[in-house]
Every structure is written in structure tokens, then in C-alpha cells.
């Protein structure tokens, strides 16, 4: 029996560009750290088993430019590295100190076991550089890498400066290239967001497809006949594939989702919380701030502050449970779909990649549950990617998708509103000055070349939707307004200093070996 | 400070006219203390005490905002005209004087604004709309000094009968001459808020905005004239492409929310919303912490009664030649090179022994000690 529909699995990997090499330890360079070894490597050890043993898979992966840049990154991963090697140490005095604590003894092993694991990953096989994971997964054709805004910047806030979406897809899409040695096929766009008539800009970076949460294709004109259960192409003629709500909610919901099952690991209750404050004190914050360390004992529970210790054995069948579970919804959906549309329907399922792993720690179990069940078992469903399935499919109906993100809401409010509107103001006038200089210096070199690059990459990095995002969380909201602060500061000062014409270089060098991310950035790209 | 929540809503509006706040009618009680209070700071604070500069500046961990909003909503139950919600940055809200248009106009004559802040204005006059949602849209514009005394100028000939608004033309479909647009409604503003939404209220459709000044004959001043933006759709679309034509749109509609057959539209969105807001949409990296961030199940471990925990360990440290051979129940541990070694433990309650020796490098000399403890927690 051949398969009579598509499941299209997205991980959408992305950190914003956090890079401090003038401080000795920062904080926020541990969001870093931690989803390398928890979600990144575990990824890559899992797309690595499925080739070695031959398991023909097909996944979908936005490495976004922020990410890519850090991970290729010297400082950075030599600080990874560091960091590791002190996870590794303390890990190996845990092993020791838990001695009489055989319910958790084994789980330090464990702990132990993986980090090791991580490091002879992370520095044999992939030589620091996980790039190179993603690179030869792509080129053995298992993995779509999805290139993104080049910072991440919320393209429909940025409406009424065009340039800067151009800039934030061209940028990617050079960057894309400089890394994975060929042009990206498809998009995953900042949060989903979606401004009808953008999609020129990615043709006009050849790009053929992106991703939209399910009311930008519902609610695109005209009506689009198979709802979100086949792409449409938009009239520039690059396809959009829409988000299929009710796999989504099996992940994500708050409720019905698998991640809150009572066996699967407790994220909250880490040791760098839990214990003596002496023995912890060389793995947490410099100034004995308490933070996350990746140690965690227990297990979810229940809505109890009690709580059981972990057991791997149970939650692993908990994850091969629910792949199961997942696989046999898509099934019935897909074998109801065939029959109501009269196609194979696509099924496409998006999740951030760092749910995997960092706060779901049996996601990637899941996954790989799931993939093997699907490519072993299923006779119905197939994985596929997008650029698999427009070539199979070439005939699909036109229509311009609606205005949308996948953000609270459903459109800007999580990037629009009373803790973040402020910036918006700012990051237009520093737009139309790129804009302004671009048009005015097209061809500079030496000095003012690389004053204007400067420009650019500050700009660029003003613009990532995280600093918005994380205003309206509330979590490190100091730090966020700080960034977009900095960046504009100094992207005014460089303006300044081009159209006076007199440059501070050292101060310039100092800035470029700061924020230092797209080296050969074309600045020339905001000329109007 | 006098304990302001015991004043009446009236003595509040009493204390902030003497303290100058514009319109403080306009406010909840709760957000008047706040404004009364702030203007009250304000008036103690030293000027020029600003934030360090962003390179002395440690790794975020405290929860202080370096920008704070007071928002303020009027409700306009049974009213017609659109509501709003005006947002003040408190750079713009701290003077509040009558004649508070020359106090920033005098302020933007110098504009730089301290180090590491962002600056206040950029000396142009203009105004941009954005959209936030199918019913919501943005403002934000900025005034230049010369055209800001021109403002002045004309507040002052018609003191009191000029007042700032915002025209919003629905102009759809349409080129736009100023005076073509289908409709169009007038808000009030405070113009030194600098930006304003707007509750625009009908989906698919385009809008620009007009700054102005609005006499007591109905004479438009325009400052300025902002961009046309479009609201999203927030219903499937009217157009059906014929030779695409679903059997049943409401059905296919219905089960891309992925809830079976039989939904209406109207039930779908409902249900949708409902699913988006339990949903996690784009936690980011949750960033070590969660809300929105992160599935809503991990909740962050926060306790919600009083709690007591204890626990003990056994901490075991010693000393031998540098070169000899220490096992603890039979298994090597390394020591320091100095030859000191530490050896620390979870102590559960009960009995736990613990047999250590060392032997020296040429195994001539063998030292034992066997550690007994017996620890026992009585909770009370």
C-alpha cells in the first residue's frame, strides 16, 4: 500500500546573537550552552544513529543566521567547551556524592554519560563546529535546512521601512550560502510573521517556500480550497505551507499535551537550585546567583511541590508511548483528509527545536520514536519536506495568504505593545539612515567601508524580534532593553561619524570585534 | 508619602490639579496614585542621576525596567466613537505643566538626551501607522522644534479651544486626496504621549492617520500625514476562486483547526483562540523563565505555602604522602597533589559506614580508618 499522506515535521532553531567577549563569564551566553548540549547534540546524535543505520528520515530545520553565526563562532565555542567541561566535573562529583542515594546515583551517571557523549560529539566528531552536522545531514538529503530573517526581526513590524526586510532576507539567504554552500530553498519567517507581498522580496532571493500558521492561509483570498492541508502558491509564485493546528496542540497544549506527563522530567527542581550553596558555587553565577545547571532529579509528578525521583526506563516508554500515539492521530487525520479532499493531504507539524530537549527533556526520544515508527510501521504516512513534496506536486492553487504570525494572538501584539512599542520609532530612523547612507555611499572601501558594514550589522541586530519578545515576558527584561539600546547608540554614532567623515577606528574596532556577526555583510542592500 | 489609597477618587483629582496633571479625570484611581506619585518623585529627584553606560553594566538579573509606561484607558461604554488607550513614556509624561509645549519645545532646543539613553526625538515631523491586529492599529510620530513652536503658537492665540487629535480615514481601495476616504473619526490626544492605539475596529481594511489640530470652528491643522496600512482578515475571504471551489469550505475550514466535522466558522475561531491562548506559541528559548515563554504544565516551581527542608551531608577530609594509594570501600580516589584529599556525601538517615585506607607507594605501609556514623533527623 503506497502512503496517502504527508507528515512534514519543522524544528525551528533559534537563539538570538548573545556574544560578549569583554566579559570573562555572561550570563546570557548560557542559553547558548545549554541548548547545545540539550537539544542541539541530542538532535544531532539522533539524525546521525537514523543514517548509520540506514532509516531513510526527512525532517525540516530553521538554523537561523543568529544561531549559525554563534555556533560557528571561535570564542564561542571555546566557551562551550569550557562550559562543558565543567558540567563534565561536576556531573563526576555528583556521582560521588550521591553514593547513598541510589534513586539518584544512577541519574548522575547518567548525566555523567551524556555529557561525556556531548563532548566527544561536539569536539571528535563535528570538531567544535555543529555546522557541519546540519551541512552533511542536508547534503545526504535527510534534512531541509530552512534559512530565516537574518536577525530574527519581525518582518510585518517592519512594513513601512522595506528596506530592512529586504536587508533581513537577503542577509540570511548570503549568510545561508557562505555556510551550507548552496542557496536556501525555503524560509522559516520570523514568528511565522507574514506580510502579504513580502513573499516578493524571497522570490526575488529565490526562495520557494515558507511556513504560515494556520489562519494566513485560511483567511488568504481567495478562499483557499484544501484549507491548510496542501500548500498555495502566493502570486510572486513561492508556496506557503500552513500549520495544522491539531498536531500542534498534541505538543504544545498546556493542557492535552504529551511534555506535561507526570513521568517525564521535572524541569524546575535543578541542583543548582537544590544544594549546599559551597558546593554548587563554582557551576552557578560568578556573583552566587543561583541559576539552571542541567541537573535535574525529578520528575513532573503532579501539581505537587513533591516531588518522585526520575526514572529514564519509565519515561522513555512514556515517549515511545506517545510517538505511538501521535503517529496513530496523524493516521485517522490524514486517512479522513484523503478521503473528504480527494488528495494525499500534508500534515505540517512546527515546533521550536529548544522545546526539544531543554524543556522537554524525552522530546528527542520522541522524535526519534516517532521518525523510526513512521519510516518503519506506517503504511500510510510518509515523511517529507516541502521541497519533496512541491516536486511531486507542482499543480496548487494561487492565492494571497493573510497577514499572521504564530505569536500570542495570532498577529504583532506580542511584539506591539505598552513594554515594547517604544523601539519601533527608533529602529525606523535608524532603517532610512541605512537607507540614506547606502544610497549615498555606493561604493566605499577601507575605513568608511567598514564603518557602513558596521552600520548595517548594528542595525540588523537591533531588529531581532527576541528583545521585543522578551519586554513582554518579563524575564530578562534589563538586558533585552539594553541590547536595543546599544545597538541604536552605536548605529547613530557610526552614522554620525560617516556623514561628518571623520571615524574613530579604534572605537570601530573595538565595536566590529564586539558585534561581529556577517563578516562580509553587503551593506549596499539598503540602497533604495 | 501620605498613604494616597485612603484619599477619595475626588481629593485624588484635587491633588493632582494642584500637582498640574493634565486631564486626570481620564484616569482609574489606582493609575491616578501612580501618576501622583511618580510627579511626586519627580519633584525630589535630582536631576541628572541617570544609568550606567551599557559596557559597566553586569549580566541582567534584576527586575528593574529601565522604561516604564503608565497606561490609561478611557471607557466609553455606549459611546460610538472608538476607545483608546493612550501610552506615555515617562521621559514624555514627567512634565505635565500647562504650558507644557514650550517646556519641550525649550527641552528639544537641546536634545541630547543622557548617556546610554536613546534620544527623544529626532528632529523631524512625522507620523507612522502600523497594525497590530484585525482591530488594532498603532501610532507613533515625533514633532520637530520649529514645527512644535508653530503648535505652540496657534494653542496659545486659541487657548483652550485648540485640542491635538487624531483623524483616522478608512481609505480603502481608494488614492488618497485628503478629502476622498470612505469615513473617517477623530480621537483626542495628548500630544506629547507620542504614540497612541487605536481601535480601529473593522477588519480588511486600509487606514491613515492625520495628526492635527482640531478649533473650536472645526478647523483641521495638519502636523502630519501617516502611511496607509492594511488591518488582517479575520474571516476566511468572500472571493472564491471558481475553478478551486471547495465541496464544503466550512468543513475544510473546521478541519484544518483539526476539530472534526460540524464547526461553524464562528465556533472554529472561538475554539482557536481558545486553543492559541493555552497554546504555546513561540516560547523562544523561555530563557529561564516561563509564563508565555513555556508550556503553561511547568509552571515555575514557585511554592505556595510556608515549607521547611533539611538535609545532611558528610563532608570526609584527610591527608597522606602525595604518592600513595587511598581507596574509600575499595575503590581509588585521587588525591590532591599536595596529598590532601576531600570526600563529601548525601547522608540519608540510619547507619553508614565507611572503610578508607591508604597504602604507600612501595605498599611497605597500609593505614585504615573506618568512618561509623549514625545520623538520625527528628522532625518536630
Known amino acids: 500500500m503506497k502512503e496517502i499522506g504527508y507528515l512534514l515535521l519543522v524544528l525551528h532553531a533559534h537563539l538570538p546573537f548573545v556574544r560578549h567577549p569583554e566579559h570573562e563569564y555572561f550570563l546570557e551566553e548560557d542559553w547558548l550552552y545549554e541548548a547545545i548540549t540539550e537539544t542541539y547534540i541530542p538532535l544531532i546524535d539522533i539524525f546521525d544513529r537514523l543514517v548509520d543505520e540506514k532509516i531513510d528520515f526527512r525532517m525540516t530545520m530553521s538554523v537561523t543566521p543568529p544561531l549559525a553565526s554563534m555556533l560557528g563562532d571561535a570564542l564561542l565555542q571555546d566557551r562551550y567547551l569550557r562550559h562543558l567541561e565543567k558540567l563534565i566535573e561536576l556531573a563526576e562529583k555528583e556521582v560521588d556524592r550521591t553514593r547513598w542515594q541510589p534513586e539518584f546515583n544512577h541519574l548522575a551517571k547518567m548525566y555523567l554519560d551524556n555529557f561525556r557523549k556531548a563532548r566527544s560529539i561536539f569536539v571528535d566528531r563535528y570538531q567544535k563546529n555543529l555546522l557541519r552536522a546540519f551541512k552533511k545531514f542536508q547534503d545526504l538529503g535527510k534534512l531541509d535546512v530552512l534559512t530565516c530573517g537574518a536577525t530574527h526581526g519581525f518582518l510585518p513590524l517592519m512594513d513601512t521601512t522595506k528596506q530592512s526586510v529586504r536587508a533581513q532576507i537577503k542577509v540570511a539567504a548570503d549568510h545561508y550560502r557562505s555556510v551550507f554552500g548552496r542557496s536556501p530553498r525555503g524560509i522559516w519567517l520570523p514568528e511565522c510573521g507574514y506580510n502579504p507581498g513580502d513573499d516578493e522580496i524571497l522570490n526575488q532571493n529565490g526562495i520557494r517556500y515558507f511556513f504560515l500558521d494556520t489562519h494566513g492561509i485560511l483567511h488568504g483570498s481567495p478562499r483557499p480550497k484544501y484549507g491548510v492541508f496542501a500548500p498555495v502558491y502566493c502570486r510572486s509564485g513561492v508556496a506557503a505551507f500552513g500549520r495544522d493546528l491539531e498536531s500542534s496542540k498534541q505538543v504544545w497544549s498546556a493542557k492535552e499535551g504529551y511534555p506535561g506527563d507526570f513521568f517525564y522530567r521535572e524541569f524546575y527542581r535543578d541542583i543548582g537550585f537544590d544544594l549546599e550553596f559551597d558546593y554548587i558555587k563554582p557551576y552557578i553565577h560568578p ?133 515594547n512599542d517604544w523601539v519601533y520609532r527608533h529602529f525606523h530612523e535608524a532603517s532610512q539612515r541605512m537607507n540614506e547612507l547606502a544610497s549615498r555611499f555606493k561604493s566605499a572601501n577601507g575605513l568608511l567601508e567598514r564603518a557602513l558594514k558596521q552600520a548595517a550589522r548594528e542595525l540588523l541586530l ?29 548605529f547613530m554614532r557610526l552614522y554620525d561619524y560617516i556623514t561628518n567623515g571623520t571615524i574613530d577606528e579604534g572605537w570601530l574596532a573595538d565595536v566590529e570585534s564586539k558585534d561581529n556577526i556577517f563578516p562580509d555583510i553587503d551593506y549596499r542592500i539598503y540602497a533604495s | 508619602m501620605k498613604d494616597l489609597n485612603s484619599l477619595s477618587k475626588k481629593e485624588l483629582l484635587d491633588r493632582a490639579k494642584q500637582l498640574k496633571i493634565r486631564m486626570p479625570y481620564l484616569y482609574r484611581k489606582n493609575e491616578l496614585i501612580k501618576m501622583i506619585q511618580k510627579k511626586e518623585m519627580a519633584s525630589q529627584a535630582v536631576p541628572g542621576t541617570k544609568p550606567q553606560s551599557a559596557e559597566d553594566k553586569k549580566p541582567s538579573l534584576r527586575g528593574k525596567k529601565l522604561v516604564e509606561k503608565v497606561s490609561s484607558r478611557r471607557d466609553t461604554a455606549g459611546d460610538t466613537k472608538p476607545y483608546y488607550e493612550p501610552t506615555y513614556h515617562t521621559e514624555a509624561a514627567k512634565d505635565e505643566s500647562p504650558s507644557r509645549l514650550a517646556v519641550i519645545a525649550a527641552r528639544r532646543v537641546a536634545p541630547s538626551a543622557p548617556k546610554g539613553e536613546l534620544p527623544l526625538s529626532y528632529e523631524q515631523t512625522k507620523i507612522v501607522l502600523m497594525v497590530r491586529d484585525p482591530y488594532w492599529a498603532f501610532v507613533y510620530w515625533d514633532i520637530s522644534t520649529s514645527t512644535i513652536q508653530k503648535v505652540t503658537g496657534l494653542m496659545r492665540e486659541h487657548y483652550g479651544k485648540m485640542r491635538p487629535i487624531l483623524r483616522v480615514y478608512d481609505v480603502t481601495d481608494i488614492d488618497f486626496n485628503g478629502k476622498n476616504a470612505h469615513w473617517n473619526f477623530d480621537m483626542d490626544v495628548i500630544l506629547d504621549a507620542k504614540n497612541w492605539y487605536i481601535h480601529v475596529g473593522i477588519p480588511n481594511r486600509s487606514y491613515l492617520v492625520d495628526l492635527g489640530l482640531l478649533d473650536a470652528q472645526n478647523n483641521f491643522y495638519l502636523v502630519a500625514r501617516s502611511n496607509v496600512a492594511k488591518t488582517p482578515r479575520d474571516v476566511p475571504s468572500d472571493v472564491i476562486d471558481e475553478e478551486w471551489m471547495a465541496v464544503d469550505f466550512e468543513e475544510i475550514y473546521a478541519l484544518s483547526g483539526g476539530f472534526g466535522v460540524g464547526l461553524s466558522s464562528a465556533e472554529f475561531k472561538e475554539r482557536k483562540k481558545q486553543l492559541l491562548e493555552q497554546m504555546v506559541s513561540s516560547p523562544g528559548f523561555g530563557i529561564t523563565s516561563p509564563g508565555v515563554t513555556s508550556p503553561g504544565m511547568w509552571q515555575k516551581g514557585k511554592r505556595k505555602g510556608f515549607f521547611f527542608e533539611v538535609w545532611t551531608e558528610l563532608l570526609v577530609y584527610g591527608r597522606t604522602m602525595p604518592d600513595a594509594k587511598v581507596t574509600v570501600s575499595g575503590e581509588k580516589i585521587q588525591l590532591r597533589p599536595d596529598g590532601t584529599f576531600s570526600l563529601r556525601y548525601f547522608l540519608p538517615d540510619g547507619d553508614k559506614n565507611l572503610p578508607i585506607q591508604a597504602v604507600s607507594r612501595d605498599e611497605d605501609d597500609t593505614r585504615k580508618a573506618e568512618i561509623r556514623v549514625k545520623k538520625d533527623t527528628i522532625w518536630g
Not at chain 1, 378 to 401: C, F, G, W
Not at chain 1, 469 to 479: A, D, H, L, N
Request: proline share 4%; with cysteine; hydrophobic share 35%.
Open chain 1, 287 to 419: 556573583d552566587g546567583i543561583r541559576i539552571n545547571t542541567g541537573i535535574k532529579y525529578y520528575r513532573i509528578t503532579g501539581p505537587t511541590d513533591h516531588k518522585e525521583p526520575y526514572q529514564p526506563q519509565v519515561a522513555r516508554e512514556k515517549a515511545a508511548y506517545h510517538a505511538g500515539n501521535f503517529m496513530f492521530n496523524r493516521e485517522r487525520q490524514v486517512e479522513y483528509l484523503h478521503g473528504r479532499l480527494g488528495k494525499k493531504p500534508v500534515i505540517v507539524a512546527p515546533y521550536d527545536a529548544e522545546l526539544f530537549g531543554h524543556w522537554w527533556y524525552e522530546g528527542p526520544q520522541w522524535l526519534d520514536f516517532l521518525i523510526r515508527k513512521i519510516s518503519c510501521d506506517s503504511k500510510m504516512l510518509k515523511l517529507t519536506t516541502a521541497h519533496d513534496y512541491l516536486k511531486e506536486n507542482k499543480r496548487n492553487q494561487v492565492i494571497t495568504p493573510s497577514f499572521s504570525s504564530w505569536g500570542w494572538k495570532g498577529f504583532s501584539e506580542y511584539w506591539l505593545n505598552g513594554s
Open chain 1, 462 to 490: 537591533a531588529e531581532s524580534s527576541d528583545w521585543a519578545f522578551i519586554m513582554k515576558t518579563g524575564t530578562v527584561v534589563e538586558y533585552a532593553q539594553r541590547r536595543v539600546k546599544d545597538h541604536i547608540l552605536r
